[in-house]
Antibody
């Protein structure tokens, strides 16, 4: 069965970076986009960006450009999202989600990774 | 960027009711619209994609309609397990924006 398993919770100081991983199983990793979505406490869902694991090409929402880097390691079917220059407003649960086709809805989601930014 | 506006922000209904949630896009998105359900403390779950296609395994009391700028999620015969926040999302291009959510209570 399709699974996306994310890395564990992180606590970071303002100005630091965080790297969240998302390991895929149950399907061919390189044939589906991986998207990143975050949810601040008590707030709604916010799309951050996408990555094509086959080509490595990626794109992000304008508000994250310059701060977010999405990469992958195809040998271990894992996608990564690194967010830099963290501030308290980045405290959120970060999800990876699979897109079954190009420009797609998200059919499978990871369990989420809580990132807390606090001094 | 295209904005997605849901209404209402919250609603309270009774078991067995029909519930309707609306999502409006600021520009046309043809049928590139999905609906997700997020129960408290849980991961979002895909309910409907392409505006009206039910995801496998989702109960048939959920249905979606619309195209262009106006879309609707309908829950027939509301059940206690449907208590959740529902989000629409457009995905015709980037950014793949979500609506602000509609909280459904019983």
């Amino acid at each position: 069965q399709v699974q996306l398993v994310q890395s564990g919770a992180e606590v970071k100081k303002p100005g630091a970076s965080v790297k969240v991983s998302c390991q895929a199983s149950g399907y061919t990793f390189t044939t589906y986009d991986i998207n990143w979505v975050r949810q601040a406490p008590g707030q709604g869902l916010e799309w951050m960006g996408w990555m094509n694991p086959n080509s490595g090409s990626a794109g992000s929402a304008q508000r994250f450009q310059g701060r977010v880097t999405m990469t992958r390691n195809t040998s271990i079917s894992t996608a990564y999202m690194e967010l830099s220059s963290l501030r308290s407003e980045d405290t959120a649960v970060y999800y990876c989600a699979r897109g079954p086709v190009v420009n797609s809805h998200f059919d499978y989601w990871g369990q989420g990774t809580l990132v807390t930014v606090s001094s | 960027d295209i904005q997605m506006t849901q209404s209402p922000s919250s609603l309270s209904a009774s078991v067995g009711d029909r519930v309707t949630i609306t999502c409006r896009a600021s520009q046309g998105i043809t049928n590139y619209l999905a609906w997700y359900q997020q129960k408290p403390g849980k991961v979002p779950k895909l309910l409907i994609y392409a505006a009206s296609t039910l995801q496998a395994g989702v109960p048939s009391r959920f249905s979606g309609s619309g195209s262009g700028t106006d879309f609707t999620l309908t829950i027939n015969n509301l059940q206690p397990e449907d208590v959740a926040t529902y989000y629409c999302q457009k995905y015709n291009n980037s950014p793949r924006t979500f609506g602000q959510g509609t909280k459904v209570e019983i």
